[in-house]
């Protein structure tokens, strides 16, 4: 749901083989403090939202097994301190 991003103190976020449909809401965006995300082998669909990447602490990010579709923007960060260590892409 949109209101997802309420959540602003967050800072793990599995919801792993759920069956979900849909897309993933722009309101994701705002869990500024999520180091984990896996949304993997669910059946979500369309365009990430823009400012998924954007989310600075996050070090893991699995969306491995959907349907999402459209252009990735780069991965390259500012030496903040946090770093990708995992980013799952596969199967869509």
Do not use: A
């Not at 998924?52 to 959907?66: A, E, G, W, Y």
């Amino acid at each position: 749901p949109s209101t997802i991003g309420n959540c602003y103190r967050m800072t793990y976020l599995d919801m792993e083989m759920n069956r979900f449909e849909g897309s993933l809401p722009s309101s994701i965006s705002n869990l500024t403090r999520l180091l984990r995300l896996d949304v993997s082998h669910n059946e979500l669909e369309g365009s990430l939202p823009p400012g998924l990447f954007n989310i600075t602490r996050m070090t893991t990010l699995n969306l491995q097994n959907n349907s999402f579709t459209g252009q990735l923007p780069s991965l390259e960060r500012e030496d903040d301190g946090y770093s990708w260590t995992t980013v799952d892409l596969s199967l869509n």
